[in-house]
């Protein structure tokens, strides 16, 4: 009986639950390619969530006459969604081989991604300054300036954790944040989808681009329900010990 269930396994799919979801939904196959964890079990609901915010946000703008400040809006959907290519592409990653070429992938997208919206962040700073506009005074402009500092936070433990271990004493020690860096990363991902829907209540989108925020909001719970069923416990050390 153990050798039915033996063959009835997928080859290189680890035995470990993800949160939500069947048996090695979440796992990359061993000797399939990077790119399958993009949309591996439930990550094509997050990437139609992903791609329908881009094309709500480019929607609105491109069906306005362009400005400086258009290009804010374009870089941090843009932004949004590499972040979330970054997190489906290291998701599913759970042998040694996958997870080293999957963090490689997921630090580059995560740095295009952040490049992207620090330019945004520097465009609406200088276009409120030109206007002189008040700063950081509506609730997605908050939002946004608190995920902001969380993003670069999170970058920085990222890269040193895992380029420089040694300025954490060692590797090991560098290892002992990584579930720290992934509860962090999914938090501050829930940041930027707030962020997104909460542009809808700015005079700016009420006056002039119209984007709706229920339209934002499913867009967002698509995300996060392609996402969460593929968290996998044991990669924040909950499931240690466990046979």
Avoid at 122 to 134: D, E
Avoid at 138 to 143: R, V
Avoid at 169 to 197: E, F, P, Q
Wanted: hydrophobic share 50%.
């Amino acid at each position: 009986m153990s050798q039915n269930i033996e063959e009835r396994r997928v080859p290189g799919v680890s035995e470990e639950e993800p949160l939500l979801g069947e048996q090695g939904d979440a796992s990359l196959p061993e000797g399939r390619p990077l790119y399958n964890n993009l949309v591996l079990g439930t990550g094509v609901l997050a990437q139609a969530g992903a791609w329908i915010i881009v094309a709500i946000v480019w929607g609105a703008i491109f069906s306005q006459n362009l400005m400086l400040f258009s290009a804010h809006p374009l870089l941090n959907s843009s932004a949004l969604l590499f972040f979330i290519q970054a997190t489906l592409v290291l998701q599913p990653t759970h042998t040694a081989k996958q997870k080293k070429q999957g963090t490689y992938v997921h630090s580059a997208l995560n740095t295009t991604a952040l490049l992207a919206a620090i330019a945004g962040l520097v465009i609406i700073y200088y276009n409120k300054s030109a206007h002189n506009g008040v700063h950081f005074e509506s609730t997605h402009a908050i939002l946004g300036l608190t995920t902001y500092v969380l993003v670069l936070i999170q970058a920085l433990v990222g890269v040193t954790a895992f380029f420089a271990p040694g300025l954490y004493g060692g590797v090991d020690n560098a290892k002992s944040l990584y579930k720290y860096h992934r509860i962090s990363g999914y938090l501050v991902l829930g940041m930027m989808l707030a962020t997104v829907c909460a542009a809808t209540t700015t005079t700016y989108n009420v006056n002039v681009l119209g984007m709706q925020l229920w339209a934002l909001i499913v867009s967002s719970v698509l995300v996060v329900a392609g996402l969460l069923p593929r968290v996998r416990l044991s990669k924040f050390g909950w499931l240690a010990g466990r046979s």
